[in-house]
């Protein structure tokens, strides 16, 4: 089985501020990792996922993540926030159980971008 | 990308009634799942599904079934709601072995009074 911590729930951050949302997991086998975000009263979207290669991944809009095996880790990241990137974000992890493709959900971290 | 959408995005049902959310799907994607969404609880599994007719149970199957009569469409019931169901539902779809990403529909959110 898997799990996945996302230490903190809320993280107030000044426009143009960096910021770095935190995610650990724990799994016996390989995974599949993934960063969605939730804008308000919406669905979910996918920002980014590592399924191999290289550990650094980048999303269209700024964010990136990297994959640490050693520390079990996929912290997000981005370098300069925008209002517009106030949204709750969720870290998952995939491995193949039974005869679907399940995530694992952290339960995610509410970033808010301030004026 | 996959299209998935859902029936209702706000409900409100009594204590003890019978209550469907159904998802419909625009591909022919094999797995769908159930999840609730509750505040500083992430989501959580209720049901997937694998193929038409077949299912298994989540993480927190208690209360709820479900039923895939045709590919597109997976529905959840709430066989006699409760206050407790009160929550954000989210329909996914796992868009297959090239992408392994799941898409999700716009939530339904449930009140039960």
């Known amino acids: 089985a898997q799990s996945v911590t996302q230490l903190d729930s809320q993280v107030p951050v000044f426009e143009e501020a960096p910021v770095e949302l935190r995610c650990n997991y724990s799994?016996?086998?390989?995974?599949?990792l993934f960063w969605y975000v939730q804008y308000p009263n919406q669905g979910l979207q996918l920002l980014l996922k590592y399924l191999s290669g290289s550990t650094l991944v980048e999303s269209i809009n700024g964010f990136e993540a990297e994959f640490n095996k050693s520390q079990t880790s996929f912290h997000l990241r981005k370098p300069s926030v925008h209002i517009s990137d106030t949204a709750e974000y969720f870290c998952a992890v995939s491995a193949l159980s039974g005869s679907a493709r399940q995530l694992t959900f952290g339960s995610g971290t509410q970033l808010t971008v301030l004026p | 990308d996959v299209k998935v959408t859902q029936s209702s995005r706000y409900l409100v049902k009594r204590t003890g009634e019978k209550v469907f959310l159904e998802c419909v799907q625009d591909m022919d994607h094999e797995n769908m799942f159930w999840y609730r969404q509750d505040p500083g609880l992430g989501l959580r599994l209720i049901y997937f599904s694998y193929d038409v007719k077949m299912k298994e149970k989540g993480d927190i199957p208690e209360g709820y079934s479900v039923s895939r009569e045709k590919k597109e469409r997976f529905s959840l019931i709430l066989e006699s709601a409760s206050t407790n169901q009160t929550s954000m539902y989210l329909c996914a779809v796992h868009g297959g072995q090239v992408n392994y990403e799941q898409y999700f529909g716009p939530g339904t959110r449930l009140t039960v009074t």
């Open positions: 799994s016996s086998v390989s995974v599949y």
